[in-house]
């Protein structure tokens, strides 16, 4: 079971994982990879309100679209 997660960039707890055994009984082993950590850079960045939008060449065309 693959389980994603976001930590808050001003986190500063610990941070664990839950290990669940599909095994009644199970060790592990010293060198076993059981988690892994992605460190993915997120833009933080100021929003702008305006009144409306100026036209682009996809239009109202919505997710998926083709331009056609």
Excluded: N
């Amino acid at each position: 079971m693959d389980v994603d997660g976001t930590i808050d960039s001003d986190y500063r707890g610990e941070v664990l994982i839950q290990a669940v055994a599909r095994r009644s009984v199970m060790q592990i082993e010293v060198g076993w990879c059981i988690a892994q950590l992605l460190i993915i850079p997120c833009l933080q960045v100021a929003s702008v309100w305006v009144d409306e939008l100026d036209d682009t060449a996809r239009g109202s065309g919505g997710f998926g679209s083709t331009g056609s």
